[in-house]
């Protein structure tokens, strides 16, 4: 994600009074990013969302299906991991 980018998002964010700002006092570069008690409840709700849907998706798969797709999602998750181990700043590597 490029910076600006990141930037406009957060902007946003703050803006829905989902996060707050704080400078680092001890590095002005760094800045410390919470959630609201509003971002809170809006993570919980948007959780329990992807719960249902997650289950509406995967709720008429047989158990061998089920088997299937989580050893399908373990290999990609472990070919992530090898990729940030390669790039360990991130998977945009281009070199």
């Given at each position: 994600?490029?910076?600006?980018s990141?930037?406009?998002?957060l902007?946003s964010?703050e803006?829905?009074?989902?996060?707050?700002?704080k400078?680092d006092?001890?590095?002005?570069?760094r800045t410390?990013?919470?959630?609201s008690?509003?971002?809170e409840k809006?993570?919980?709700?948007?959780?329990a969302?992807h719960?249902?849907?997650?289950y509406?998706?995967?709720?008429?798969?047989?158990?061998?299906?089920?088997?299937?797709?989580?050893?399908g999602?373990?290999q990609?998750?472990?070919?992530?991991?090898?990729?940030?181990?390669?790039a360990?700043h991130g998977l945009?590597?281009?070199?």
């Open positions: 994600m490029r910076k600006g990141l930037t406009t998002l902007d964010l803006s829905m009074g989902l996060v707050g700002r400078r006092e001890s590095d002005r570069r410390q990013l919470s959630l008690a509003e971002g809006y993570f919980e709700h948007m959780m969302r719960g249902q849907l997650f509406s998706l995967f709720s008429e798969l047989s158990d061998d299906d089920h088997d299937k797709c989580l050893a999602m373990t990609v998750v472990e070919v992530m991991k090898k990729m940030q181990q390669e360990p945009n590597k281009t070199t």
